[in-house]
Each structure stands twice: as structure tokens, then as C-alpha cells.
């Protein structure tokens, strides 16, 4: 809508990470969000590997690389970025918060009484191929879906297994144990956006390679959960702050 927050994210083939950013963003800032068409005033730059495309108007809050860049960024401001390889790699100064957004996703949705023992979180390119692999039955959650859909299945698993790196997120932001599917050589940028994101967890995660003995035994795998390192309540304050300030400078002059 004209008047609310700009905020920029990937448009594309669907995507739960990227297509979350203008509600997650309106319930943290408490206001509407709109898609920031024009680039050249200020706006929100949110989740998801989209940092390689900051202009000297974007305010970063929480976005990542896909791998490491190959020309520096300039966007007006960092809040904060994704984890300590994003931030090392544009040089982000001390004060810059390390998080992805969706770590904050468990202050607005809470983990249900599980009614699936199993779900399968994969890579939006992997989809077709992980439902071949699955003869059992189990909860394959298509990261194509509602971005909502998509939390409040996560939530309803007793253990996640994910290539999604937004699965991983969320499943640790509400506590369901996981399993990470290694990246395919499909998908652009390897682990580098995964390690980005464990840096900021109280332990790293070990891949399991993807292959169809994931469906056929998922119980011999050996889940765990990552914990945020930081304080969300300062991460999501200074979120909204943030916010705040963006949606008076981009007001109608």
C-alpha cells in the first residue's frame, strides 16, 4: 500500500523464506509493508540471500550472500546481517546484531501438539525428487506453499528434516529437533549460506547426504536443535527501530 513500510525481497518461483518478508516484517514493525519499487529511496532490505543486491538506499536488516561476493555492497545502513560470513564479507563493523530474521519466528507462532512424527523440508529445487524418494507416506512440506503454511507445518512435526535453509531456521526458532540434507551441486552457493547461519547457534550442524534411506529409515538419524546465541528481544528492538526510522524517511516528501 502507498504509504507503508518498504521492504525489498527476492520476487520469484515461490519460496516460504523469501515470500515471509512483508508479513513477518508488518508484525514486526506493527504497521502495512509494501514492496519497494523504487530502489533509490530508503526501504528494508529482510530475509533471505539477497545482500548482492543492496543499493546506497537499503537499510539491511538481517539479510545474508548466497557466497561470497565479488564486488562490495553499499547500502545506507547495516543493522543486522545473517551470520559472521556475511558480515565478514562486507566488513560489517562491531555493531552490526548477526541473525536471520526468522530466528524471531517463535515470538509470533508456538509449536502445536505434534501430528506428524516426520517432516521433509526440501530445497524448492529438490521438491519433485524428495516426493519420488517418499513411499511411506511421510510429511513432505513443500516450501512453495504459504509462507505461514509452511511455519505452522514445521511446527506440527516431532523432526524436521530440511535442505531448506528457512526450514532449519524455523525448526530451531520452535524447537523441533533436525536433520540438514546437504546442499545439491543445484543449488548456487553450496553450504556457505548454511555455515553463515550456524555461525550464530551454540553448535554447528553436521549434513547427511540427500538419498531416498531418508524416507525409508528417517528414525535412524540422529536429530538436534540449535539455539540462538544472541538476545532476541534486542535483535527484534532493533528490528522495529529500524523500521520505525525507514517508514518516516520514505514517507511522500
Not at 12 to 17: A, D, E, K, L, V
Not at 48 to 65: K, M
Not at 143 to 152: G, L, M, N, T
Amino acid at each position: 500500500m502507498p504509504g507503508g513500510l518498504p521492504v525489498w525481497w527476492h520476487v520469484g518461483r515461490p519460496n516460504f523464506g523469501d515470500d515471509i518478508n512483508p508479513s513477518f516484517f508488518e508484525k514486526i514493525h506493527g504497521r502495512p509493508v509494501r514492496f519497494a519499487a523504487d530502489r533509490s529511496r530508503p526501504h528494508v532490505l529482510g530475509a533471505g540471500s539477497i545482500l548482492e543486491h543492496a543499493t546506497p538506499s537499503s537499510i539491511v536488516c538481517g539479510s545474508g550472500f548466497l557466497e561470497p561476493p565479488h564486488a562490495p555492497v553499499t547500502p545506507s545502513q547495516i543493522v543486522a546481517v545473517r551470520g559472521a560470513l556475511t558480515a565478514t564479507a562486507c566488513g560489517a563493523d562491531s555493531s552490526v546484531l548477526l541473525g536471520d530474521p526468522l530466528v524471531l519466528i517463535d515470538a509470533f507462532v508456538e509449536r502445536t501438539t505434534p501430528q506428524h512424527r516426520f517432516g521433509f523440508v526440501p530445497h524448492i529445487k529438490s521438491v519433485a525428487r524428495w516426493r519420488g524418494f517418499d513411499t511411506r507416506g511421510h510429511r513432505v512440506i513443500d516450501p512453495a506453499w504459504s509462507p505461514w503454511r509452511v511455519v505452522k507445518d514445521i511446527a506440527s512435526c516431532e523432526l524436521i528434516f530440511s535442505q531448506s535453509l528457512h526450514g532449519l531456521i524455523v525448526a530451531d526458532a520452535l524447537g523441533v529437533p533436525n536433520v540438514w540434507v546437504s546442499p545439491t551441486d543445484e543449488m548456487r552457493g553450496g553450504s556457505f549460506k548454511f555455515d553463515d547461519y550456524f555461525s550464530t547457534l551454540d553448535r554447528a550442524k553436521l549434513a547427511v547426504p540427500e538419498s531416498a534411506d531418508l524416507f525409508a529409515a528417517p528414525e535412524a538419524y540422529t536429530a538436534g536443535l540449535g539455539k540462538y546465541r544472541f538476545c532476541k528481544q534486542r535483535y527484534r528492538e532493533a528490528l522495529a527501530i529500524a523500521c520505525g526510522r525507514v517508514s518516516k524517511n520514505a514517507a511522500p516528501r
